[in-house]
């Protein structure tokens, strides 16, 4: 089983920065790593993926050129660096584990409890 914590998240000013981390209990370098969110009101929808090496990734295209997806496998951990955050960022944001790249949520087998960023105007 695998367990992922998400923590980073919290209010910050339009046009402002925050990073992401999300921890998993157990060795994830052999899994792809995605990043989903969900507004009020509205699905859950795909941020960002990265594939077990690091060296393929994936943005929705609301975020491309503003967010950045990362991962360090020594540290079982993956990151998403927002930067230029957008009123419309505002969501509860899930890391999520799949055995291969992909942009899908049903693709992802492990979820995170998620953390809330705010983003104020």
């Known amino acids: 089983q695998v367990q992922l914590v998400e923590s980073g998240g919290g209010v910050v000013q339009a046009g402002g920065s925050l990073r992401l981390s999300c921890v998993a209990s157990?060795?994830?370098?052999?899994?792809?790593m995605g990043w989903f969110r969900q507004a009020p009101g509205k699905e859950r929808e795909f941020v960002a993926a990265?594939?077990?090496?690091?060296?393929?990734?994936y943005y929705a295209d609301s975020v491309k050129g503003r967010f950045t997806i990362s991962r360090d496998n020594a540290k079982n951990t993956v990151y998403l660096q927002m930067n230029n955050l957008k009123p419309e960022d505002t969501a509860v944001y899930y890391c999520?584990?799949?055995?291969?790249?992909?942009?899908?949520?049903?693709?992802?087998?492990?979820w995170g409890q998620g953390t809330q960023v705010t983003v104020s105007s």
């Open positions: 990265i594939s077990w090496g690091g060296g393929g990734t």
């Open positions: 157990v060795r994830t370098s052999n899994k792809a």
């Open positions: 999520a584990a799949s055995l291969y790249i992909a942009t899908e949520e049903n693709d992802y087998r492990y």
